[in-house]
């Protein structure tokens, strides 16, 4: 669906926008008119928690009906996002982890450079009473901030999705796109990466390095962050696939079939 | 009742907010939470069609009551600007009118200069339905047109206010620098780093994986690439260590006599 008339970027289709676990069909709604408005369509929902199709989603949507016809629906977040490169995760606060974190105007800076070198791109957003969580945010390169009243940042679903949206638009409007080398690699999706990361915490398991169990989900957790910070085009994945082979002796599973 | 009461006490606190003859009063909540979030209070509503107070909008203001206790209520538009010098109109089009139409950023930088130089302003919101009267338009000075799809450019009243608000928002705040969380953790430093590197390319050709020789040099430097662009910590490069020999079985050799 992205990449029809919905869509009027010059410059390419614009960040798919995916919501985790979604309270409310209302917000959804009012998301899907938020995209539009701003010229997206790509809407991914990850375990809506009132299920798909949602008649108030409709209701709410104001008309943006093409971008909830459209819309797919997924188990995890890892799943949605497996064919995009660049990710950023929009979130309040970030609990211990090290993220570089960026305005929108910059998020919508980088998107329409990663775009103009034919990566894709998406925007990330958490349950709306919880936020995303640590596992989820660890998918993302970078964090979003809006920058609100620090007296009264807390920001409705769609609202925070109209103004990180609006930011891309206003961008993507205004902006020739950047020339960028021919050689340079392409980025690494999600799914390769993630691929990367059970590879290598699996030989890590094996060799004793992620005991105690308490302490796993952090050290797991640091680890995905410090590459995830690297920017990794495929081919180093693909080179960090056979570091861990050689060093651990480790086969490689593969779990290309799986994403 | 417009007055001085109804100016801001302060210079800098931006603009006020005129809803004129609002529908809904969830648009009035919606509105007051959208100007909270931006650090704006000072709202105004010209005849709501609801009636004043509205529990409706209390509802939907998620918390802003400091806006809603404090709105004032005129009979026309003229009243409601009274005290107002600077006043920007936020309509999708004009109707038969010649006047100047700025971006949500203009506009706010027009505010932000008018303010240093004392003055007071003011956005200017129409009806959900028709938006603004021309006869309202025309005591703005300029117009604001939110730039959107052009196939799909409705806004709800409270999404208008929060674009042109948070717009003032970013525009007062000035463009902050990418920040990292308080609690950074120090930087590795560059011995730190060879350090590490050494240790890894030691293991990695005891495996085999640096071979054959004549392609050690690139593998070695694209591998040191990927690391630098992580901009490690100290901590990190700790961890990478005992990932190191945890998968290779390599004993550490401690080369910090030599660093």
Redesign the interface.
Known sequence: MAGT??T?SKHGVGPAIILVAPQLGENIG?AA??M????LSDLRLVRPREGWPSPRAYAMA???DVVLDAVRIFETTREALADVTTVFASTAR?R???K????P??AAKEIIRAEAAGETSALLFGPERTGLSNDDVVLARKVI?????PG?????LA?AV??IA?AW??EA?GQAPPRLPASTPRAATVAELVNFFEHFEE??EE???LHPPEKRPA?VR??RN??Q????TEQ?VR??H???T????HRKRSRKDKS
Chains 1, 2 share one sequence.
């Open positions: 008339d919905a009027n009012a008119r938020a539009l408005n701003c010229g104001s008309g943006a970030l211990d982890m090290i570089e974190t960026i305005s105007r910059e901030n809006v920058p609100l009243n009264f940042s807390s920001l409705n609202q109209l103004l609006h638009y206003s409007q030989a890590l060799s004793g390095f050290m640091n680890l410090l590459f910070r690297a920017n990794l180093e080179s960090l056979g570091v861990v050689n060093l651990s002796g």
